[in-house]
């Protein structure tokens, strides 16, 4: 056995690649990374690279051949459609094989006490259970047996959002709806399209959503936790631990410091080292990504509405956000945008909005 293998390292290496795709496609379309690297990554991996590839194409196969190949990607990838889910279920499930195969074993170990099988068990189960019921429910798909009741869950607030039809749908459009291409559907309070559930993230699942991310989030934390204890053990296991020495290919001796012992140890254990790796790259972007929904969930707004209302919080800014009566005894005020020059000529009774948060939402 060598002290690293270069099989073992081209495999964690194209780990690693694929880790960062998988990071993109996670982070990327989330306005918290707007004008950041991460975006114009993400851009370049969904858009720049596609339109690139379809030139080289109609340049190389002719129009017709790159037409139907353009109408392929759009079936798997622009529609609603299983594939991206069922990869990510089988990783998903692989990586449990290979955690149970290679860890399971090892625990309790020095570092890890038998009772902590209560909360590997509990927090799987939770996990599992939440992104089934995330997948399966209904998101709130507006219909012509439910529009009117959709309408009635949350008021238009002439600012945000206004009664009108949608133009796909040809029905009325509920306050804080949005029509989804890949469902080809309206859905209520929607917060996007997630590839990874085949389904929309709106305000039937939304709270199935939140409980699968903050369990992923733990599963992807503990299962970094233990993974790391058990390559501790095994150092221990195969005597790595207290500056061993171990002969190369030549014959000669070679004392294993602690990063050598570790990468000794993945040469024999290789599918144990791309599980670690994958949860090291993973759980960065789970953790951003959980952290971002759960923020916008506590301010009452969705990853759909957030441009929204960044547009009003300008417009706060520049001063020209009002709760206006339509007149002096009217009993409700309505939250407007009336621009600087219409201002002197709209005389109902009307008070600034200086912040924010005194907009209702």
């Known amino acids: 056995m060598s002290v690293w293998s270069f099989t073992v390292f081209w495999v964690l290496a194209a780990l690693g690649v694929f880790g960062l795709w998988v990071t993109l496609l996670i982070l990327g379309p989330n306005r918290m990374f707007r004008g950041t690297a991460v975006e114009r990554a993400y851009f370049a991996v969904t858009e720049t690279l596609p339109e690139a590839l379809e030139r080289w194409m109609r340049s190389g196969v002719g129009d017709a051949l790159a037409a139907r190949a353009e109408r392929v990607w759009n079936a798997l990838f622009g529609r609603r459609n299983p594939i991206i889910q069922i990869f990510g279920v089988v990783l998903y499930w692989t990586g449990l094989a290979v955690f149970f195969a290679q860890v399971a074993p090892y625990i309790p170990n020095r570092y890890v006490a038998s009772w ?11 996990n599992i259970g939440s992104y089934i019921a995330a997948c399966a429910a209904d998101p709130g798909v507006v219909t012509a047996e ?3 009741t959709a309408c009635q869950v949350f008021g238009y607030d002439h600012l945000l959002y206004f ?32 590839i990874w559930l085949n389904n929309c993230v709106g305000l039937g699942n939304a709270r199935w959503f939140l409980c699968f991310l903050a369990t992923f989030s733990i599963v992807c934390v503990y299962g970094t936790y233990l993974v790391g204890t058990v390559i501790l053990e095994l150092r221990h296991v195969h005597g790595l631990a207290d500056g061993a020495v171990i002969w190369d290919e030549l014959g000669e001796p070679v004392q294993l410091s602690f990063k050598s012992s570790v990468l000794y140890l993945f040469d024999g254990y290789p ?10 790259v993973l759980t960065p972007a789970i953790g951003i990504f959980t952290a971002y929904q759960l923020r916008i969930t506590a301010l009452g707004y969705t990853s759909n509405e957030e441009t929204k209302w960044l547009n009003i919080s300008d417009a706060v800014n520049d001063g020209v956000v009002f709760a206006v009566r339509d007149h002096e005894d009217a009993p409700h005020e309505t939250i407007q945008v009336i621009e600087k020059e219409d201002q002197t000529d709209d005389a109902r009774p009307r008070r600034p909005i200086s912040h924010l948060r005194h907009v209702p939402n």
């Open 116 to 126: 902590q099988w209560v909360p590997i068990g509990a927090t799987l189960a939770a």
């Open 271 to 280: 599918l144990l080292a791309v599980l670690f790796v994958l949860l090291l």
């Open 146 to 148: 439910n529009v009117d």
């Open 163 to 194: 009664e009108r039809d949608c133009r796909t749908c040809l029905q009325r459009k509920p306050a804080r709806s949005k029509h989804c291409s890949a469902c080809r559907r309206c859905v209520q309070m929607v917060d996007h399209h997630c």
